[in-house]
């Protein structure tokens, strides 16, 4: 099954196999009328969660997507290529209780963004190319959502992680806060 969707910033195609048998090879030529610069491909199957698995120019050719047995791939087609992202940022976004600067207690969540700078205006990459990562993933869990979560109290601080595909990457450091439950 495969679905498409315009907005206004992007274009989303989903290809969703339910078969036990992995689509080798499927080839995606996006429409000229608009002038796609990058397109991000993202596998959720049984081995990886929501991670990016290619990277491709459109202008240089059709996006080849393999799709594993019972799993979903999307392709995300940006306006904007990597090299025009300049410096990015990791910032919080989260009402919840954890926070960056007091930390968080076991089962506490907070919600991370990445920001970067592109072209003069600051967009938000979060769900867009980002790969998050963990120190120490036994205590802190990071989703490829942004989402952060205390799996184990810990006096050591962790340090998360955001990845862009170009190389770039920016982290930052996650304090322990323990508490005492009734």
Same mark, same amino acid.
């Not at 940006?78 to 600067?101: M, N, V, W």
């Not at 989402?147 to 810990?154: A, I, T």
């Given at each position: 099954?495969?679905? $498409?969707?315009?907005?206004?910033?992007?274009?989303? =195609?989903?290809?969703?196999?339910?078969?036990?048998?992995? =689509?080798?090879?499927? %080839?995606?030529?996006?429409?000229?009328?608009?002038?796609?610069?990058?397109?991000?491909?993202?596998?959720?199957?049984?081995? %990886?969660?929501?991670?990016?698995?290619?990277?491709?120019?459109? $202008?240089?050719?059709?996006?080849?997507? %393999?799709?594993?047995?019972?799993?979903?791939?999307?392709?995300?087609?940006?306006?904007?290529?990597?090299?025009?992202?300049?410096?990015?940022?990791?910032?919080?976004?989260?009402?919840?209780?954890?926070?960056?600067?007091?930390?968080?207690?076991?089962?506490?969540?907070?919600?991370?963004?990445?920001?970067?700078?592109?072209?003069?205006?600051?967009?938000?990459?979060?769900?867009?190319?980002?790969?998050?990562?963990?120190?120490?993933?036994?205590?802190?869990? =990071?989703?490829?959502?942004?989402?952060?979560?205390?799996?184990?109290?810990?006096?050591?601080? $962790?340090?998360?992680? $955001?990845?862009?595909?170009?190389?770039?990457?920016?982290? =930052?450091?996650?304090?322990?806060?323990?508490?005492?439950?009734?």
């Amino acid at each position: 099954m495969t679905t $498409a969707v315009q907005q206004p910033d992007r274009l989303i =195609v989903s290809l969703l196999n339910t078969s036990s048998k992995p =689509v080798n090879e499927m %080839r995606i030529i996006p429409s000229p009328v608009q002038s796609w610069q990058t397109a991000i491909v993202r596998e959720s199957s049984k081995n %990886r969660k929501d991670c990016i698995v290619a990277v491709y120019t459109p $202008a240089n050719g059709p996006v080849c997507a %393999r799709i594993p047995a019972d799993a979903m791939v999307q392709v995300l087609f940006l306006p904007f290529g990597l090299e025009s992202i300049r410096d990015i940022a990791i910032c919080e976004e989260s009402p919840t209780p954890g926070s960056l600067q007091s930390g968080l207690a076991l089962w506490q969540t907070t919600r991370l963004r990445v920001i970067a700078n592109l072209d003069g205006k600051d967009t938000d990459l979060s769900d867009v190319m980002i790969k998050w990562l963990s120190d120490r993933p036994d205590e802190i869990t =990071v989703e490829q959502t942004g989402l952060v979560q205390r799996q184990r109290n810990s006096s050591k601080p $962790a340090v998360i992680t $955001a990845e862009l595909p170009n190389g770039m990457s920016t982290a =930052v450091k996650l304090e322990n806060r323990s508490f005492i439950e009734d």
